[in-house]
């Protein structure tokens, strides 16, 4: 907790101090994240109360899918100094692991915390990138079309370099200007072609959204009962969590229900294909499509050429897409 000294008039009262700013994460979350995704969202949202205040918020998602809130505090706004006191007992606190990567809207204030080195986010290393529901937002408040925005919004969860290039190039056939604006952008920090897998395909801050939907009905508490209605919802949630998890691993079960039907899925994928004859060297291989999974018919079969660049492994996922075009995907 901050204070700040008091002053009557222009006059420092000796031995009094106000509240400033708070952090507080809970044991139960601090240790869960060692188990959760490398990822952290991160929002603020106001409070509604006597203290008008802003309530910000970071979570965490595990391997099934489960939002878990990992961390609070209480400042003033969302000024690069309210952030900076977040983001730095947030890393010192909760995060400390290296390769984290946070997400967050384009917010200066956060950007300029983050980039900070006091605030411990660059050693050890850590990832800081956007929110695509955000950027879409701001790109349709500058260019008011619906149509282009939700090319934007595929553009950044885009797979793969062609199908980013391809809405790369549908916007600026539409308006160089919205084109420009999205190029001022680094790539890495919302597409998710080329988010090395840092994101694990969290491409918005919807977790962290959903939470302050959980405590919207606390905004309007005094301090100490945000607090405390914090830490009651929290010893709610892992009790039910800790039985859920309890009884899968009573039954044996070796992979969640996220993960197994996620494998099914791309089982189902597969059953339409076969590779007849593969060239590591060469990057070159041949899928026979057996059935069109909507048509239930067979068609013949079309041979791809990977060029080295894509990967060095040899791994690919061919997928038929619009007549004979393929796109492949490493699985390395």
């Given at each position: 907790m901050e204070t700040i000294p008091a002053y009557q008039e222009n006059?420092?009262?000796?031995?009094?101090?106000?509240?400033?700013?708070?952090?507080?994460?809970?044991?139960?979350?601090?240790?869960?994240?060692?188990?959760?995704?490398?990822?952290?969202?991160?929002?603020?949202?106001?409070?509604?109360?006597?203290?008008?205040?802003?309530?910000?918020?970071?979570?965490?998602?595990?391997?099934?899918?489960?939002?878990?809130?990992?961390?609070?505090?209480?400042?003033?706004?969302?000024?690069?100094?309210?952030?900076?006191?977040?983001l730095r007992n947030l890393r010192k606190y909760v995060t400390p692991q290296s390769n984290i990567?946070?997400?967050?809207?384009?917010?200066?204030?956060?950007?300029s915390a983050y980039?900070?080195?006091?605030?411990?986010?660059?050693?050890?290393?850590?990832?800081?990138?956007?929110?695509?529901?955000?950027?879409?937002?701001?790109?349709?408040?500058?260019?008011?079309?619906?149509a282009l925005k939700k090319k934007v919004v595929s553009m950044g969860y885009s797979i793969n370099d062609p199908t980013y290039r391809y809405y790369h190039r549908e916007i600026g056939i539409v308006n160089?200007?919205?084109?420009?604006?999205?190029?001022?952008?680094?790539?890495?920090?919302?597409?998710?072609?080329?988010?090395?897998?840092?994101?694990?395909?969290?491409?918005?801050t919807n977790l962290v959204e959903s939470i302050n939907r959980v405590l919207k009905g606390t905004h309007n508490f005094p301090i100490t009962a945000l607090v405390q209605s914090t830490y009651f919802k929290t010893g709610t949630l892992f009790p039910t969590m800790g039985k859920r998890h309890t009884s899968i691993l009573a039954s044996s079960q070796v992979y969640t229900k996220t993960c197994i039907k996620f494998?099914?899925?791309?089982?189902?994928?597969?059953?339409?294909?076969r590779v007849d004859s593969f060239d590591r060297s060469n990057h070159t291989f041949m899928v026979h499509e057996t059935v069109v999974p909507r048509e239930g018919r067979p068609i013949?079969?079309?041979?791809?050429?990977?060029?080295?660049?894509?990967?060095?492994?040899?791994?690919?996922?061919?997928?038929?897409?619009?007549?004979?075009?393929?796109?492949?995907?490493?699985?390395?």
């Open positions: 006059s420092l009262i000796n031995g009094i101090k106000i509240f400033h700013r708070l952090f507080w994460a809970f044991v139960s979350c601090i240790y869960a994240f060692k188990f959760c995704k490398p990822i952290v969202q991160v929002d603020g949202t106001w409070l509604y109360g006597k203290y008008k205040k802003t309530l910000l918020v970071a979570v965490a998602q595990d391997g099934d899918d489960n939002v878990i809130p990992i961390a609070y505090a209480l400042v003033e706004g969302e000024t690069k100094e309210d952030w900076s006191f977040f990567c946070m997400i967050s809207d384009r917010h200066e204030s956060i950007k980039n900070d080195p006091n605030n411990g986010w660059q050693d050890p290393p850590s990832k800081h990138m956007l929110c695509v529901r955000h950027i879409s937002q701001n790109f349709t408040r500058e260019f008011k079309d619906n160089l200007e919205a084109l420009k604006w999205l190029d001022n952008i680094p790539q890495q920090d919302w597409n998710q072609a080329f988010d090395g897998g840092s994101r694990w395909g969290q491409m918005t494998m099914k899925l791309e089982i189902s994928k597969s059953n339409c294909h013949g079969h079309f041979s791809v050429n990977l060029p080295n660049k894509w990967c060095d492994c040899g791994k690919y996922q061919a997928k038929h897409m619009h007549c004979s075009h393929v796109i492949a995907t490493c699985l390395a």
